[in-house]
């Protein structure tokens, strides 16, 4: 189980929007439709943002989305705010039973 | 409301084993999964595995088979992580984070606990 492949940082102004990407396998994000995406800020335990590549749970701004094509999701953001800056991990459903997350992007807003 | 409480911080010894609680309130335990989670200082998350606190049954990830031990308390509503022969490289933040309803499939880790910080020095 390798983990997935996210870019180490990403960057925006505000009200701009920003893409993660998530590369994964066809026995991982490929092979499934449930890739989740968590926020981290510093010192904090993660958030669920996105859940099943593009479902949102209550509460969760719909200035996030979440898109999958082939071995590959996508978290976007849009209309960036300053409390939008923060850790992102995406995670996908791996098969018999085990998950596998990425390793973590940063985003920053300029 | 929804809400898992974890552990206190943990020194352990090389070679020496720790287990880290997690109790759920706020919900119907046996009807969702409970997932383990760690990172490292710096680092990323790693999935650890999942119990079904319903019948106890554990998927583990494959490079913790071995060394690590998922179990329940149902009269307690706690689910308990421990992990064996540890090494410098097991320092790190444990989190425990509810999975999905039992019976069900779908990608959900939330909430997840406030994180135990194990440390593994001499």
């Known amino acids: 189980q390798s983990a997935l492949t996210q870019p180490r940082s990403v960057s925006g102004s505000p009200g701009q929007s920003v893409t993660i990407s998530c590369t994964g396998t066809s026995s991982d994000i490929g092979g499934y439709n449930y890739v989740s995406w968590s926020q981290q800020h510093p010192g904090k335990a993660p958030k669920l943002m996105i859940y099943d590549v593009s479902k949102r749970p209550s509460g969760v701004p719909d200035r996030f989305s979440g898109s999958k094509s082939g071995n590959t999701a996508s978290l976007t953001i849009s209309g960036l705010q300053a409390e939008d800056e923060a850790d992102y991990y995406c995670c996908s459903y791996a098969g018999t039973y085990t998950w596998v997350f990425g390793g973590g992007t940063k985003l920053t807003v300029l | 409301q929804v809400q898992l409480v974890q552990s206190g911080a943990e020194v352990k010894k090389p070679g020496a084993s720790v287990k880290v609680s997690c109790k759920a309130s706020g919900y119907t335990f046996i009807s969702y999964y409970m997932h383990w989670v760690r990172q490292a200082p710096g680092q990323g998350l790693e999935w650890m595995g999942i119990i079904n606190p319903s019948g106890g049954s554990t998927s583990y990830a494959q490079k913790f088979q071995g060394r690590v031990t998922m179990t329940r308390d149902t009269s307690t509503s706690t689910v308990y992580m421990e992990l064996s022969s540890l090494r410098s490289e097991d320092t790190a933040v444990y989190y425990c984070?509810?999975?999905?309803?039992?019976?069900?499939?779908?990608?959900?880790?939330?909430?997840w606990g406030q994180g135990t910080l194990v440390t593994v020095s001499s």
């Open positions: 984070a509810r999975g999905h309803i039992v019976g069900t499939t779908y990608n959900w880790f939330d909430p």
